[in-house]
């Protein structure tokens, strides 16, 4: 399992893994083999090697866990890491709005989404890693809607994130127990964002499309994962969109009974 799997949220100061505690590293390698490749069939996740039975699929497809709190809140709509990124560019009162306006929201969102943050070599130069997060959520809105109208997918921008990733298995020991977890190295902005893009990914190869919508509200830009039992899910939240849907029908029913 990776590090988005099997930690807890991190704590707003914690930026670095140890040795200490029990913590066995495995050797820092990095990933060129982890990319994205297109055949008639779809879209595939392909790796020249497997590190004993770890791979991307099941740890970044899952998602960030929505608790009780967190129902209804825009960040996590999306009920996947990937889809919630898109959606970090949504309609607030009707005016568009991006809330990654900065380097701090960034880490802030990675956080919120329990994304383990990288370890930094060097510190990253301003404003790098908010162009850099909204240069790849450009590539990954893109890549969803070819993908939903089933349109050829351009991989290269995406590929060109996971292509320079770098990141080592770690065993942890905890509670008595043996805990495994991918931890990630950067020196740049692309690879401090490679789990967000394996996200990306992992969506677009493994993801079943019939249930990656868009939200039927006027307006509304968010995407979801309808994860419901019945998989009936139209709104980003009902509260939101879909309250204001069934106001504006009851309004057109009873202006039409009035004519």
Request: some cysteine; overall charge positive; proline content about 2%.
């Amino acid at each position: 399992m990776s590090c988005l799997a099997t930690s807890g949220r991190s704590s707003p100061g914690t930026r670095s893994h140890g040795m200490a505690g029990g913590f066995i590293k495995s050797p820092e390698r990095e990933n060129p083999a982890i990319h994205t490749c297109s055949k008639k069939s779809g879209i595939f996740l392909s790796r020249v090697k497997i590190d004993s039975e770890v791979t991307i699929g099941g740890d970044v497809r899952a998602n960030a866990r929505v608790s009780d709190s967190d129902k209804g809140n825009l960040d996590f709509v999306g009920d996947h890491i990937a889809i919630n990124f898109i959606n970090t560019r949504r309609t607030h009162e009707g005016v568009l709005t991006d809330t990654l306006q900065s380097d701090e929201n960034v880490i802030a969102w990675m956080r919120k989404m329990n994304i383990c943050l990288p370890l930094l070599r060097k510190p990253l130069r301003p404003k790098a890693l908010v162009r850099t997060a909204r240069n790849l959520r450009t590539l990954a809105l893109r890549a969803l809607e070819q993908r939903k109208a089933g349109r050829r997918v351009r991989l290269d921008g995406l590929n060109s994130f996971l292509v320079d990733a770098i990141s080592r298995l770690q065993l942890r020991a905890r509670e008595g127990r043996l805990h495994l977890q991918r931890v990630y190295r950067g020196r740049n902005a692309k690879q401090y964002l490679a789990q967000v893009a394996e996200a990306m990914a992992d969506l677009l190869a493994h993801g079943d499309f019939d249930l990656v919508r868009h939200c039927e509200g006027e307006k509304c830009v968010l995407w979801f994962y309808d994860r419901t039992k019945g998989h009936r899910r139209r709104w980003c939240t009902a509260e939101g969109c879909g309250t204001r849907a069934r106001v504006a029908a009851f309004r057109a029913r009873v202006a039409a009974a009035s004519k």
